[in-house]
Antibody, heavy 124, light 109 residues
Framework: QVQLVQSGAEVKKPGASVKVSCKAS????????INWVRQATGQGLEWMGW????????DYVQNFQGRVTMTRNTSISTAHMELTSLRSEDTAVYYC?????????????????WGKGTTVTVSS | SYVLTQPPSVSVAPGETARITCGGN??????VHWYQQKPGQAPVLVIY???DRPSGIPERFSGSNSGNTATLTVSRVEAGDEADYFC????????????FGGGTKLTVL
């Protein structure tokens, strides 16, 4: 079945970097965007950006510009999200999610398959 | 940037109908999608393109969108529907292309 399997929990010190992976299966990896969304404890969903696994094109939210890098390895259908210069406010669950886009009578973009999430804790 | 406004909480008795709103400027011109998130779990898409249901989502879940308000309706609410619900749109005019509402906690009394 279609699924996204994420890497395990991470504990990092402030100033360090973290790289989270997201392995896709059950569909053609290069046919759909991969989005990254994070959620701090008790908070809402925060979209970080997306990557086109076919071309490698990316679009990052300005808040994360310069700190986030989204990459992929198409040979193993895996996407990665690296976040640098970590601070305590980056403590959150990080989700990857498959993006679906298109144009009916209105343009649409939604996320139909989600990974289970990777907990990243930033603490000294 | 585009802002989506949801009530923090909605409460309903089992068997009743829950309506969760998502407000935004001329949101009716955008496609609205809804996600359900239970504690400790990843979000699940329950409505896309204003009112379409993914396979496996009960018919009790429906959506509508007009003017400045989109609505997720859960009919014949069950205890298992208790969760956080988030609306989402794509806004091409802002840096935050994917915009989420703040979320609504649905409590089944």
């Amino acid at each position: 079945q279609v699924q996204l399997v994420q890497s395990g929990a991470e504990v990092k010190k402030p100033g360090a970097s973290v790289k989270v992976s997201c392995k896709a299966s059950g569909y053609t990896f290069t046919s759909y965007d991969i989005n990254w969304v994070r959620q701090a404890t008790g908070q809402g969903l925060e979209w970080m950006g997306w990557m086109n696994p076919d071309t490698g094109d990316t679009d990052y939210v300005q808040n994360f510009q310069g700190r986030v890098t989204m990459t992929r390895n198409t040979s193993i259908s895996t996407a990665h999200m690296e976040l640098t210069s970590l601070r305590s406010e980056d403590t959150a669950v990080y989700y990857c999610a498959r993006g679906r886009r298109g144009e009916g009578y209105k343009y649409y973009y939604y996320m139909d398959v989600w990974g289970k999430g990777t907990t990243v804790t930033v603490s000294s | 940037s585009y802002v989506l406004t949801q009530p923090p909480s909605v409460s309903v008795a089992p068997g009743e109908t829950a309506r969760i709103t998502c407000g935004g400027n001329n949101i009716g011109s955008k496609s609205v999608h809804w996600y359900q998130q239970k504690p400790g779990q990843a979000p699940v898409l329950v409505i896309y393109y204003d009112g379409d249901r993914p396979s496996g989502i009960p018919e009790r879940f429906s959506g509508s969108n007009s003017g400045n308000t989109a609505t997720l309706t859960v009919s014949r609410v069950e205890a298992g529907d208790e969760a956080d619900y988030f609306c989402q749109v794509w806004d091409s005019s802002s840096d935050h292309n994917v915009v989420f509402g703040g979320g609504t906690k649905l409590t089944v009394l």
